[in-house]
């Protein structure tokens, strides 16, 4: 399993690094959020639509040690749902 160090999170080198960057920190984003923080953090623009394919390769972010957490929440004007990702670091503790 490849994992990312203190520098990648501090000058990642692709989008995934970014995404993962960004969200392996605890806290619950909405697309939007995370498209800030990396124009923020990086000064990058990444596309919501991009990002969202990021976090949907799985494969590559358990690769890298970490698994999406997703919640929503339903906006009582739109009844639309709004989505909130994390990452979570993968345990490589064996039971």
């Known amino acids: 399993m490849s994992t990312l160090n203190n520098e990648n999170l501090?000058?990642?080198?692709?989008?995934?690094?970014?995404?993962?960057?960004?969200?392996?920190?605890?806290?619950?984003?909405?697309?939007?959020?995370i498209q800030r923080e990396i124009k923020k953090r990086f000064n990058q623009f990444d596309t919501t639509p991009a990002i969202s394919a990021k976090l949907r390769e799985t494969g590559r972010l358990f690769k890298y040690g970490y698994v999406k957490d997703k919640y929503h929440k339903i906006n009582e004007k739109t009844k639309k749902a709004c989505y909130y990702y994390t990452l979570k670091r993968v345990s490589n503790e064996r039971s």
């Not at 993962?20 to 920190?25: E, F, K, P, R």
């Open 10 to 33: 501090l000058k990642p080198k692709s989008q995934q690094e970014r995404v993962i960057a960004v969200c392996s920190d605890g806290k619950y984003r909405t697309l939007d959020d």
